[in-house]
C-alpha cells in the first residue's frame, strides 16, 4: 500500500494550548479508518526478517503452577527490550528516500520511542521522540544513547502526540504513530507468524494491549492461518481503553491512572486498530494492580526473566482466575517488553509479595512492661518469620496504658505461613490485626 503524508511549513515553540487543531495524523483518521490485512503483515516479515530478532517461544516453568501448557514469547528479548522494534523497523523501511532523509518524528511512553531512535540510528534516519513526563527515566536514557532528538513534553501520551504532530508539521518530518500507523500494526502482526511456526496445536494466545496494534496485527495473522485460536486482549484496570471502546463501539476517550503497567497507559484506542481488530478478538480482561506485581514476581522467580508491567498482563490475568476456561490448553502469552526502571522493580516486587502473602503488615498490642516487645519478637523467630521493621506507638493507643501498640512487618515463607503467624500471635495476644488477612480464628 502506497500511504502519503499531509506535512505544512510553521515556526514557533511548541504550546499545547494552542495544538488542538493542529493534530495531523492522516493516516489515522478517525472517519476513514484502515483495515490491515495479511498480506501486509506477510511483506513487513520479509522486509524486517534481517533486521529483527525471531524470539524463543518456550514452554514455561508457570505450566504446573497455572495448569496451562504455557508457552512464552520472549519478545523483551529484541535489542531495545521490547516488540516495538517490528513495527518500527518496517514504518521506517516503508518511508521514501526524501523522507528518510528529513527524518521521522514519534510520540511515546518509551518502548516505540526506543524502537524508532534504535532503527534510526542503524538505518541512518533522523528521530525526534516527544516523551510525556511520566515515561519512566530508564527508556528516555536510552532514546538519549541512541543519538536521538528527545523532548520530554506533555502530561500523558495524548499531550505528547499533540506536540509531535505539531514538528512533523513544521519540520516535515514523518510523524510515526506507535499503535495505529498501518505499517507499525503490520510490524507488530509479524509476531504471531513466529509463534505459529514455533509451537502447534495452540488453544489461545494473551496479547497485551494499549493503543490496540499488537492485537490487531496478531488477530489478523492468527485469524486467518488459525481462525480457531482464541484471542485474548489484556489491559490494566487503570488504562481499559479497550474495554471501553468494546462498550461504545468506538475508541473512545479514557482517563489513565499511574499504573504498572506503563506501556499501555494510552487514553483512547487508534482507530485503524479498532478497525482491524474489533471483530477478530474472542475475549477481553481487565487486571488488577496487584496481579501485575505479582506476575511480574513470579516471571522473576520462576523464569528468571525481568518482565515489565504491560509484558506481564497475560499471567497476571491468569493468576487472578480471569482465564480459567484454559485451563489444560496450550496458550501463548506475549512477553511483550522488560523495561521497568530499577526503583520500579523494587517496588513491584514488594508489592508481589505482599500479593502473594509473603511480606506481612501485622499490629499486635503487647504489654509496655520491660520485655513486653522482645517477647513478641521471639515469637516470630520461634516459627521463623524474618521481621523486616518494627514501630510502636504509645501515645494514641486506646487500651490501658501499660500497653504498647507494635506495627510489625515481616517475611514469611508463603500464605499458609502467614496463617500460621497469624493464629499464633491470635493465641499469645487479645489484639492482633493484620493487613490483607481475614481475621483471627478465635474460639
Ligand atoms: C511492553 C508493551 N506491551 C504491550 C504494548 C501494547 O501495544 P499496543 O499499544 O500496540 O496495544 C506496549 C505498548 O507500548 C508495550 O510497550
Not at 511483506?43 to 514452554?59: H, L, M, V
Not at 508457552?71 to 516495538?84: N, V
Not at 462498550?247 to 478497525?275: K, M, R, S, Y
Not at 496450550?330 to 502473594?356: F, K, M, Q, W, Y
Request: aromatic letters at 6%; charged letters at 25%; proline letters at 4%.
Amino acid at each position: 500500500m502506497d500511504y502519503t503524508y499531509a506535512s505544512s511549513s510553521g515556526s514557533g515553540d511548541v504550546n499545547l494550548n494552542d495544538t488542538e487543531d493542529l493534530v495531523d495524523d492522516p493516516l489515522c483518521n478517525p472517519e476513514k479508518p484502515l483495515r490491515i490485512t495479511f498480506e501486509e503483515i506477510t511483506s513487513a516479515a520479509y522486509k524486517i526478517r534481517t533486521g529483527i530478532k525471531n524470539t524463543p517461544c518456550e514452554k514455561s516453568h508457570l505450566s504446573d503452577l497455572t495448569g496451562m501448557d504455557l508457552y512464552l514469547k520472549k519478545d523483551f528479548q529484541q535489542h531495545t527490550g521490547s516488540f516495538k522494534e517490528r513495527g518500527a523497523r518496517y514504518a521506517m523501511l516503508m518511508l521514501n528516500e526524501d523522507e528518510r532523509k528529513r527524518g521521522v518524528v514519534a510520540a511515546s511512553l518509551g518502548n516505540h520511542a526506543q524502537a524508532v531512535c534504535y532503527h534510526g540510528y542503524l538505518l541512518n534516519i533522523p528521530v525526534t521522540v516527544v516523551m510525556p513526563l511520566i515515561a519512566p527515566i530508564m527508556k528516555i536514557q536510552k532514546c538519549r544513547e541512541y543519538k536521538a532528538n528527545v523532548i520530554i513534553e506533555g502530561r500523558d501520551m495524548a499531550e505528547a502526540k499533540k506536540v509531535a504532530c505539531k514538528l512533523s508539521k513544521e519540520r516535515k518530518l514523518t510523524y510515526i504513530n506507535g499503535y495505529d500507523h498501518p505499517h507499525i500494526i503490520a510490524g507488530q502482526g509479524t509476531m504471531a507468524l513466529e509463534i505459529m511456526e514455533q509451537v502447534s496445536d495452540i488453544d489461545a494466545i494473551v496479547v497485551p494491549t494499549g493503543g490496540g496494534g499488537l492485537l490487531a496485527g496478531i488477530s489478523v495473522a492468527v485469524k486467518m492461518l488459525h481462525p480457531n485460536i482464541k484471542i485474548i486482549g489484556v489491559e490494566s484496570e487503570r488504562c481499559s481503553s479497550y474495554s471501553q471502546a468494546m462498550q461504545n463501539n468506538c475508541p473512545t476517550f479514557t482517563p489513565i491512572e499511574g499504573t504498572l503497567a506503563d506501556g499501555l497507559a494510552v487514553p483512547e484506542v487508534g482507530f485503524n486498530a479498532w478497525e482491524t481488530s474489533k471483530n477478530l478478538i474472542d475475549k477481553l480482561v481487565v487486571v488488577k494492580e496487584e496481579s501485575i506485581a505479582l506476575a511480574i514476581l513470579r516471571f522473576i522467580e520462576n523464569e528468571k526473566c525481568v518482565v515489565e508491567g504491560a509484558g506481564a498482563c497475560g499471567l497476571a490475568a491468569i493468576l487472578d482466575g480471569q482465564l480459567d476456561e484454559l485451563k489444560g490448553k496450550r496458550v501463548v502469552l506475549i512477553l511483550s517488553g522488560g523495561n521497568i526502571d530499577t526503583t520500579i522493580l523494587g517496588r513491584c516486587l514488594e508489592r508481589g509479595l505482599a500479593a502473594d502473602g509473603r511480606l506481612v503488615k501485622c499490629k499486635v498490642t503487647v504489654s509496655d512492661r520491660p520485655g513486653g516487645i522482645s517477647e513478641l519478637c521471639k515469637l516470630f523467630g520461634s516459627i521463623g518469620v524474618s521481621i523486616k521493621d518494627v514501630i510502636h506507638e504509645r501515645a494514641w493507643v486506646t487500651s490501658d496504658v501499660f500497653s504498647v501498640e507494635v506495627k510489625v512487618v515481616c517475611e514469611t515463607r508463603d500464605y499458609n505461613h502467614s496463617m500460621e503467624l497469624r493464629e499464633l500471635l491470635c493465641s499469645k495476644y487479645k489484639i492482633v490485626k493484620f493487613e490483607n488477612f481475614p481475621p483471627c480464628n478465635r474460639n
